[in-house]
């Protein structure tokens, strides 16, 4: 489980995380969901200790995040975090190489779920190429927790498909999700816990499900309850 | 092979075209001064005693003797070197910050490898050392090559054949570069790598707190700076040399590596709590 406790973040003089606390469990699809500049990207940061946060506390089944936290969880941010000079199998090498929780067989699998290419050097790549290989990267480890943020941003539809396939496929089953998406069509059907956030704060969380079946209502129509009032 | 020699094998793939082409620079801009500086010194002895008419003696006593000197002064030798350490400077800043900028965020992936941050950090100034010691195993092997060519070149009643040891021992620079004792070599290089070191550690303060790190990052440098010359400054500014030069010498090994240590434990810190992607 990701528990996130009472987090607060400055840039400067502006807040951008006001107390924020939420938990995220593994098998589950948790979406932040916020206009731009709300937070949802530092918070993903903040999990990955990639930016530090003023005050509170975050959790990765009940530990600090440290080194070997990153065989268990990863972050799958909106840019590649390749170098445009390799190839996707130089990538990859790069990933074996590094992380023992690298799943060879899975890699190749992605490969041909989104039909790629080896060879192909990523600066070659359209950008819905490229998000699929950001993706292949984070979903071929073998981890509990999967954070990303924003992969349906400005790619076509076709690839949005794609990558909205995954999430019902075998590749995300029982891993834990944190995404991050403005594109909320696309998944709205399977996220399984909401988010909402504005001005860094938490202002509803709720499980779709619970929603659906005793209010009748989308995440869309909460949105727009929430957001409008 | 271990993640930290992973790490360093791959910083230096990263610069690998730039340093191949800095050696290419250096191999033939030297040999060409060897082969340009040779003919020019012929020519203008063959001329002034075959066609002036000057006797040797006494064209010697005015140009002197060829012999690697004569190379080693000229932009033809001191320019690749120039450039390469004008090219090293250059990546020290360089082979952290490409981490951060241009369209792929290269940091995120390293930041969140399953290792300890200091690795990315100590894997890097490694790769700067590795490659400053290239550079100068190439300069000692072309030493000897560009001798031979110079022989080639030059009669043997024009020029003055000179050893590597000699050649290096009779130009100041190449000293600095190519140190002839153990001490001197803990104390050009050691000096180097710390300062590789604090500029590090200054960057990492930038890449923490941005406008403020800048300031940050200057009081270390500063204060890295002060404490390091302080045997010294302190006999300055009291105007008593009361230590012996072994004395200073063994202080400044002591105090080098408590800089050292200060930058590894001050970069460990930022890169394990306050780094910003």
């Not at chain 1, 840039?11 to 589950?28: D, H, I, P, Q």
């Not at chain 1, 029982?174 to 202002?203: P, S, W």
């Not at chain 2, 001329?47 to 000197?69: C, H, N, Q, R, V």
């Amino acid at each position: 489980m990701i528990e996130v406790k009472n987090i607060s973040k400055k840039y400067g003089r502006k807040k951008v995380l006001n107390g924020v606390s939420f938990t995220a469990n593994k098998g589950e699809i948790t979406s932040l969901i916020g206009i731009n500049g709300v937070g949802k990207t530092t918070i993903l940061n903040a999990i990955m200790a990639l930016t530090p946060v003023n005050s509170g506390e975050i959790l990765i089944n009940n530990e600090k995040i440290n080194k070997a936290s990153y065989e268990k969880i990863t972050f799958i941010p909106d840019a590649i975090t390749m170098l445009p000079q390799m190839t996707i199998a130089e990538a990859m090498q790069f990933m074996q190489d590094f992380y023992e929780s690298w799943n060879q067989e899975r890699a190749t699998e992605l490969l041909g779920f989104f039909k790629l290419k080896e060879s192909n050097k990523i600066s070659s790549l359209s950008k819905g190429n490229t998000a699929k290989v950001n993706l292949l990267l984070g979903l071929a480890l073998d981890v509990d927790f999967l954070l990303m943020d924003e992969p349906f941003s400005g790619i076509d539809i076709f690839s949005r498909e794609q990558i909205a396939e995954v999430f019902t496929s075998h590749l995300i089953e029982d891993r834990g999700v944190i995404i991050t998406t403005h594109e909320i069509n696309d998944i709205e059907h399977l996220i399984d816990k909401v988010i909402l956030l504005d001005e860094g704060t938490v202002i509803k969380e709720f499980n779709t499900e619970e929603v659906r079946e005793n209010e009748g209502k989308s995440v869309i129509d909460v949105m727009r309850e929430v957001y409008r009032t | 092979m271990n993640r930290f020699l992973k790490l360093v094998n791959f910083e230096l793939g990263r610069f690998m075209k730039i340093y191949l082409a800095l050696i290419g620079i250096t191999i033939i801009s030297q040999i060409a001064g060897v082969i340009i500086k040779s003919n020019s010194y012929v020519e203008r002895a063959n001329e002034a005693i075959y066609e002036d008419l000057i006797p040797k003696e006494d064209f010697f006593a005015t140009e002197g003797l060829m012999s690697m000197l004569h190379v080693l002064r000229s932009v033809w030798f001191m320019g690749p070197i120039a450039l390469c350490i004008a090219a090293l400077i250059f990546y020290v800043f360089f082979i952290w910050y490409r981490d951060w900028f241009g369209k792929n965020t290269f940091i995120y992936r390293l930041l969140m490898l399953p290792t300890a941050r200091i690795q990315i950090f100590l894997s890097k100034a490694v790769s700067i050392l590795l490659m400053v010691f290239g550079l100068v195993a190439i300069q000692l092997i072309l030493l000897p090559i560009e001798s031979v060519i110079l022989k080639w070149i030059v009669p043997l009643d024009y020029r003055i054949d000179m050893t590597v040891g000699e050649i290096i021992q009779n130009f100041r620079e190449l000293q600095m570069l190519i140190p002839s004792t153990f001490i001197e070599f803990v104390l050009y290089y050691g000096a180097g790598m710390m300062a590789v070191f604090i500029i590090f550690t200054a960057i990492l303060f930038e890449r923490s707190f941005r406008l403020k790190g800048i300031l940050f990052g200057a009081i270390f440098v500063g204060l890295a700076v002060l404490v390091f010359f302080s045997p010294i400054l302190i006999m300055e500014i009291m105007q008593t040399y009361y230590l012996y030069p072994i004395e200073i010498f063994i202080l400044e090994i002591i105090l080098g590596l408590v800089v050292i240590g200060a930058s590894i434990w001050t970069s460990h810190f930022l890169l394990k709590k306050k780094i910003t992607v």
